[in-house]
């Protein structure tokens, strides 16, 4: 059973009722000053503690998607070989990923490929890596339209941050209905969306860095997932229709695989994500202990170090937002051949709210950045 089931919450939240009204009821009949009374007491209170803070937690994590499988929990999926069977080692190089249609596309109102659009589920394994990440893939309505069988479209990587899944950009962000809608209606150009998660070592939080002696994050995301993607599907190969955006973590992932691989990608898109690079408990040692490692992932200290790379960035920011101040200094040192957008609202936070209600202003801007063949 999944960590989102309704049932398995559900389960939790009617154990916590039940073990909260044993306790009510028992109390008084362990009163006294005895050692065994105030044990008893004390194993009562912490049985109440416990299974609340865990229907809590079960429920939060069931709306936000933060870990999906007991495996994104215990990190024992998502960071070596393996994946999808059907048809062969899904990622090998020249070989199409094995994918299934996902049923998260019929809830968000695609309902006929050629009218709608489609959203695919694929596991991409990286052969240069050995990371694998699960993501969601979807196609425009025109990738099935007899008028454009010829057409190469272009990709935009999107990516959650630390811990989220991309099912939550899906469910709770609306980010497949903004990109539909906008596709169908013209605003957005025809545009193949690549959704996945930024965690590709779960649970560790690797924020797209080549860790020296550990996963090659970096890499997966500029070599094996484009390589993967491209033998999949009708895509450009041409670096000017390809582009990455996120949110948090994700957006600083954006921004920095935009930067250092501007010969993968033509733009990124950061949403709510910071500029430096960080390190704490969950990320361990990035960077080997190396100062010279740490400085080539921090995006601020690039710029004021190394050349501007050709590439076109948005900084989506609110005012009231903690990195607010990195993004500000960014656009202070920016210059070509480096093109710097912002999207600096004076209100909202740093959640899932302000998150949907700027997306759809990041999708319109990738856009208009990016080249079908």
């Known amino acids: 059973m999944q960590l989102t089931s309704g049932w398995l919450i559900g389960a939790l939240i009617v154990l916590a009722i039940a073990v909260t009204g044993t306790a009510v009821w028992l109390l008084p009949r362990v009163s006294g000053p005895g050692v065994g009374a105030v044990l008893s007491r004390l194993g009562l209170l912490a049985a109440c503690q416990v299974t609340l803070v865990v229907a809590l937690a079960a429920a939060v994590n069931g709306y936000f998607l933060f870990y999906v499988t007991w495996g994104d929990l215990l990190g024992t999926t998502g960071s070596g070989p393996g994946g999808v069977r059907e048809g062969g080692p899904g990622g090998a190089v020249g070989r199409p990923l094995p994918r299934t249609i996902s049923p998260l596309g019929a809830a968000a109102g695609l309902r006929s490929a050629d009218r709608d659009g489609r959203l695919d589920e694929v596991t991409i394994h990286g052969p240069r890596t050995g990371l694998r990440v699960k993501a969601f893939v979807y196609l425009p309505p025109q990738y099935f339209q007899k008028r454009f069988e010829r057409r190469r479209f272009p990709v935009s990587l999107v990516l ?46 690797t924020e797209c860095t080549d860790v020296p002696g550990g996963p090659q994050a970096e890499s997966f995301f500029a070599q094996d997932v484009p390589e993967a993607i491209a033998d999949t599907y009708r895509v450009t190969e041409d670096s000017r229709g390809w582009g990455v955006m996120g ?10 695989l935009a930067m250092l691989h501007s010969d993968r990608f033509t733009a990124g898109a950061s949403l709510g994500g910071y500029l430096r690079a960080i390190q704490d408990g969950s990320t ?14 921090d995006l601020i200290w690039r710029l004021e170090h190394r050349p501007p790379p050709p590439v076109s960035l948005l900084l989506a920011q609110t005012e009231q937002g903690p990195e607010f101040d990195q993004a500000q200094r960014f656009v202070t040192l920016a210059r070509p051949p480096l093109r710097v957008a912002t ?30 063949d």
């Open 343 to 372: 999207l600096f609202p004076r209100d909202g936070g740093h959640n899932l709210r302000t998150f949907q209600r700027l997306t759809p202003e990041l999708l319109r801007w990738m856009s208009g950045r990016l080249k079908a």
């Open 284 to 297: 361990g040692d990035l960077y080997g202990g190396s100062k010279e490692v740490r400085n080539d992932n």
């Open 160 to 205: 959650a941050g630390y811990p989220g899944d991309p099912r939550g950009m899906i469910k709770r962000q609306g980010l497949l209905r903004t990109a539909s809608t906008g596709v169908r209606s013209g605003r957005l150009q025809p545009t193949i969306y690549v959704i996945t998660r930024s965690m590709v070592a779960p649970p560790r939080d």
């Open 247 to 256: 949110q948090s973590t994700g957006g600083y992932c954006a921004a920095k």
